[in-house]
């Protein structure tokens, strides 16, 4: 039996619409447009809530949650929320893997990773990989250079690449 290229076409069209693997079009949101932006956000009115999952008291599976208003140049810049769980307990340090969200005026940045930090005290001079974003940051890439993660007093540096 012999398909004729113009039937071929139309069936392949079909599979690739009804399998999600065709290139969507674009839905209007636009990319980061400047390509290259450094944030720089500073935590108040932070809050953090630790979950004690797993054996009773300081250990692996604890869930740390901080939520915090961001301030940039003094001026409120929107929200931050992020979780991270503890994978590793030693005696003088923790290790812990998660990520959070920059909720800010323009569109979200995403952001992720595992850190190592003395126990008692909150991330300092840490990096997280930036993983994405909306609107504005819709195609965002790069790091976040934590100065001081306290959930008030937090110091974060977004240099933002797409």
């Known amino acids: 039996m012999r398909i004729s290229s113009t039937a071929m076409t139309?069936?392949?069209?079909?599979?690739?619409?009804?399998?999600?693997?065709?290139?969507?079009?674009?839905?209007?949101?636009?990319?980061?447009?400047?390509?290259?932006?450094?944030?720089?956000?500073?935590?108040v009115n932070g809050t953090f809530t630790?979950?004690?999952?797993?054996?009773?008291?300081?250990?692996i599976g604890d869930l740390s949650v901080i939520t915090a208003d961001l301030l940039e140049n003094g001026k409120p810049a929107g929200t931050l929320g992020m979780t991270f769980t503890k994978i590793k307990q030693d005696p003088n340090d923790k290790t812990t893997v998660g990520g959070g969200i920059f909720q800010l005026e323009e569109g979200q940045i995403a952001f992720s990773s595992m850190q190592t930090f003395p126990n008692n005290q909150p991330p300092s001079d840490t990096?997280?990989?930036?993983?994405?974003?909306?609107?504005?940051?819709?195609?965002a890439r790069g790091e976040v250079?934590?100065?001081?993660?306290?959930?008030?007093?937090?110091?974060?540096?977004?240099?933002?690449?797409?």
């Open 10 to 43: 139309a069936a392949t069209a079909g599979i690739l619409l009804l399998t999600g693997t065709a290139a969507a079009a674009p839905t209007g949101t636009s990319p980061h447009k400047g390509c290259s932006e450094t944030l720089h956000l500073t935590t």
């Open 50 to 59: 630790l979950v004690d999952n797993g054996t009773p008291g300081v250990g």
């Open 127 to 139: 990096k997280n990989a930036i993983t994405g974003g909306t609107d504005k940051y819709a195609n």
């Open 145 to 162: 250079h934590v100065e001081n993660g306290a959930p008030t007093g937090g110091i974060y540096t977004l240099n933002i690449t797409c």
